[in-house]
């Protein structure tokens, strides 16, 4: 009986082949007995023993000779045509002797258990091809992976153990039409038979090949355009600046065209340089297993992390084009185990980057209501832009248009169609050598700039990029005319000059900018008088106007902090997340934003958490809770509420109020409990807000809150200093919100000081039942240094803090009161009290001191508590000393 010949039949499986492909091997005609035997007798035996032996195929053939007279095999390969079994084989030798690179494979019948083994070397520049048409008694598939025996093809230097993730497969009886086909890109390869269980003949038939990886006919595909990533599996990183024309780039599933291994997560990075660009992705085939969405699938992110935004998922058969705008997005191509028939082989696609402007696509601007601006009342709109031609003339253009900022444009951040952020691009109107672009803001604005790219060729500085302080206007022959302001450059960039928005490796280069300290800025861009296509000078970037009245005094030194000082900020106002400023474009990573809250010396402040999105986790891989919101929990108790998690916290998306020596005073993160807001924090110290987005993408962008904060007149606690002998120092009851989770922070020190020499008694008490943890008071030695004097004053500030000494006594709540003896000559002493609460501290500090004035003394000092009885007996010895002396003297 001859075997089924599927590769002689191409057309037996029209819908099939424009999808699954393989190498097609041809050999004389389809009658023959098999690839490499015409017929199994009619021709003259070698040497002469016969004329009625096999006959061979006329091109690559040769007779087996005694061991099998009605056969032929490849001519290289005839000592296997009784056992092909455990055995090598040279591309370079095959080719050598036969003049082919692919031939067939029959193994022996086995009875299992048992095992073969194929060696494949192939040459330089090709890949191991492998053609499944008939399996017998090997194996069988449980539902989830092959048991009783397989057939597989690896990686003949490592082999996982178990080959659990490696492509198996197995089946009772089965022809395959057309062939399962598996590709091996990883050199030489070893394709295992092996048989665990009882059978009475196990056998498979294949032809192997190797395939050129320079096919054109897409057999020996292999991806164009994308470098793969260091220590993967299979990721690959794609950059529009190494697919500039179609067809550049083109991705697949591992082992396409053939069947792609099992139990693999491969990702796919899609990078590009400029906000104006968007990705294309076409996918000219996508075949998956039917039925098995849940296991084998594409998805789509917006981002670099998997924990990115959803954009689509793919599955099952189907071709498909998707378009978004970047700065990243991740295709990850997910595979379960094989199962059968095995008639699948994953996707390819072809990758575009364009250039586009698309209004409906692009983020949204800042706008506020009126100046000035507003906290919490922003609304989203596109920016507008007035764009002003070397005339003077202006034309406006509309914030619904898709016109890019370019020269000659100025921005207002008031106003009808003010824009609180956007992006620029010198490239977007006509060439001009000057180029110019003002940003104008409310009275209260600062300007911050971010450049993303730009390119700058001329020598010597002829081109050059300036950002000037103030509104400047510059006469035709390039020379500055007239300027409100001062004419220093906060940043100059001389030509030659080339920087892009990421690195070789497509990550995102450390940010160039600057913050204004006025509310006008001007960017000022001389180049070349004409343009040249292939070297066009250009700079593009992102601005923000930050309204300093409202959100704090912007730090020009990081990405995303503000300060709000009680003496000079609203007496209340509000804070929220900067999701949508234009200049976080170039950020994929952590994001942390902060804002500061130092209350005056006489003066606390209340941050109120009103508003939370539910947040999520950006895990490292095999974390518990990976990318969910579950990885990090939320728990409030009566010292505040804390972020639980197994991983650091800078992996989740959290909200933070910070005291400024660090403590956390209250976290929330992952799915929280709505109910639990608002969370209140009232503190007499510095208080941090810390806004953090485990992985920040511009399109996905971080997690929604508002909170509002209140600086509040009160003088309950501070850093103060006292030197009456006694006085007393008592908690003051302050407003509530009365909400569940309100917390009362404090760190107060005291100063006790005198000049004299004294006994100093202090007596705390308190009617509150609370723990140490609630709240203490602890009394310390002073620790050295000089103590400004006047009660009631402002002490050392954080001086006072940094002056308690050595702890003597420590005073909770549940002790109720108590009375400490300090010891004689301890003239300075420092009381702190410490309080994270859900409760106010009540409580009362009174002391009184034993004074000595030197004046008035008529014997030694007073001695100490503890060593009076010590002491009265060096007393009385000084004192008759004293009095013989005094007769020796009366004598003289």
Not at 238 to 252: E, H, K
Not at 698 to 707: D, I, K, P
Not at 755 to 773: A, P, W
Not at 834 to 857: C, E, G, H
């Amino acid at each position: 009986m001859r075997p089924p010949l599927p590769l002689l039949l191409l057309a037996a499986c029209a819908a099939c082949t424009a999808q699954i492909a393989w190498t097609p091997i041809f050999l004389d005609g389809s009658s023959q007995v098999d690839l490499w035997t015409q017929s199994s007798s009619g021709c003259a035996c070698p040497g002469g023993d016969g004329d009625d032996c096999a006959c061979c195929v006329r091109d690559g053939a040769c007779p087996c000779g005694d061991v099998a007279p009605a056969r032929c095999a490849q001519c290289g390969m005839e000592q296997y045509c009784a056992n092909m079994c455990n055995i090598t084989i040279d591309s370079r030798i095959l080719k050598s002797k036969s003049g082919k690179t692919f031939g067939q494979i029959k193994s022996p019948s086995i009875e299992g258990p048992g095992a073969c083994s194929y060696f494949l070397q192939p040459d330089a520049g090709q890949r191991v091809e492998i053609q499944l048409y008939r399996l017998v008694s090997v194996g069988k598939f449980n539902g989830t992976s092959c048991v009783g025996g397989w057939l597989q093809l690896g990686s003949a230097s490592a082999v996982p153990a178990g080959g659990a993730a490696e492509t198996r497969l197995c089946g009772a009886n089965e022809r395959y039409t057309p062939p399962v086909v598996l590709f091996a890109d990883h050199g030489a390869s070893t394709l295992e038979f092996r048989i665990t269980e009882k059978t009475v003949r196990s056998q498979f038939l294949a032809f192997f090949s190797f395939t050129s990886l320079s096919n054109t006919q897409g057999v020996g595909f292999h991806p164009r355009g994308g470098s793969r990533i260091p220590h993967t599996d299979c990721d690959w990183l794609y950059q529009d600046v190494s697919c500039r024309g179609p067809g550049s780039c083109v991705l697949a599933s591992p082992g396409y065209p053939g069947l792609y291994p099992p139990h693999r997560r491969c990702r796919y990075l899609f990078a590009t340089n400029s906000v104006h660009t968007r990705v294309k992705i076409m996918f000219t085939s996508i075949l998956l297993p039917r039925n098995h969405c849940t296991t084998d699938y594409l998805t789509l992110r917006a981002g670099s992390s998997p924990s990115a935004s959803l954009l689509g998922t793919l599955c099952s058969e189907r071709t498909a084009t998707l378009e978004h705008p970047g700065p990243n997005l991740l295709l990850e191509f997910n595979s379960g185990p094989l199962v059968p028939p095995y008639d699948y082989n994953g996707f390819i696609a072809k990758l575009e980057f364009i250039e586009r402007v698309d209004s409906s696509g692009s983020p949204p601007t800042v706008v506020p209501a009126s100046p000035p601006l507003a906290a919490l009342t922003h609304h989203m709109q596109h920016a507008d832009r007035i764009p002003i031609d070397s005339s003077g003339m202006t034309n406006e253009v509309s914030g619904g248009s898709s016109a890019r900022m370019g020269c000659g444009a100025t921005v207002r951040a008031y106003g009808p169609g003010g824009a609180r952020s956007g992006h620029f691009d010198s490239r977007a109107g006509p060439w001009r050598s000057q180029c110019v672009i003002h940003l104008l803001g409310a009275p209260t604005d600062v300007v911050q700039v971010s450049l993303f790219n730009y390119n700058l060729r001329l020598p010597s500085c002829r081109s050059h990029i300036e950002i000037l302080e103030g509104v400047h206007e510059f006469g035709g022959r390039g020379e500055r005319d007239r300027s409100e302001r001062g004419d220093r450059a906060l940043l100059r960039v001389c030509g030659p000059a080339v920087r892009e928005a990421r690195d070789p490796a497509g990550r995102f280069l450390i940010r160039q900018a600057v913050t204004s300290k006025g509310a006008n800025l001007t960017i000022l861009v001389r180049r070349a008088t004409q343009q040249t296509p292939d070297e066009e000078e250009f700079v593009d970037g992102a601005f923000a106007f930050h309204d300093e009245q409202h959100e704090g005094t912007a730090s020009p030194d990081a990405t995303c902090a503000a300060t709000h000082y009680g003496l000079s900020s609203p007496a209340h106002g509000g804070v929220s997340a900067p999701s949508h400023h234009h200049i976080f474009w170039n950020i994929e990573e952590r994001l942390l934003c902060t804002h500061r809250f130092i209350p005056a010396a006489n003066q606390s402040v209340t941050i109120e958490i009103q508003r939370l999105e539910r947040m999520w986790s950006a895990e490292p891989a095999g974390a518990a809770g990976a990318g969910v919101a579950g990885g990090c929990r939320t728990a409030c108790g009566d010292a505040g509420c804390e972020c639980r998690s197994h991983t650091p916290l800078y992996y989740h998306d959290h909200v933070a109020l910070v005291a400024g020596d660090g403590t956390h005073l209250s976290c929330l993160c992952g799915d929280f409990q709505a109910a639990w807001l608002p969370v209140v924090v009232r503190s007499w110290t510095s208080v941090r807000l810390e806004y953090s987005v485990a992985h920040y993408t511009y399109a996905s962008r971080g997690f929604e809150y508002a909170a509002a904060y209140s600086f509040n007149d009160d003088a309950m606690c501070g850093q103060r200093t006292y030197t009456t002998h006694s006085g007393e120092i008592s908690s003051r009851n302050v407003s509530v919100t009365g909400s569940l989770n309100e917390f009362f922070y404090q760190q107060c020190t005291w100063v006790l000081d005198s000049n004299v020499e004294r006994q100093l008694f202090i007596d705390i008490t308190s009617e509150q039942d609370k723990s140490c943890g609630s709240w203490n008071i602890t009394l310390h030695e002073w620790s050295g240094g000089a103590v400004g004097a006047g009660e009631g004053g402002a002490g050392g500030g954080a001086g006072l803090a940094a002056a308690a000494g050595e702890l003597l006594y420590t005073f909770c709540a549940r002790h109720k009161n108590h009375t400490y003896t300090l010891p004689w000559r301890l003239n300075t002493v420092v009381i702190r009290l410490v309080a994270l609460s859900r409760q106010q501290p009540l409580y009362s500090i009174r002391w009184r001191s034993q004074v000595v004035r030197a004046n008035t003394r008529l014997g030694p000092p007073t001695p100490a508590p503890a060593a009076s009885a010590a002491a009265s007996s060096l007393g009385l010895t000084a004192a008759l000393l004293y009095c013989v002396l005094c007769l020796s003297l009366l004598i003289q």
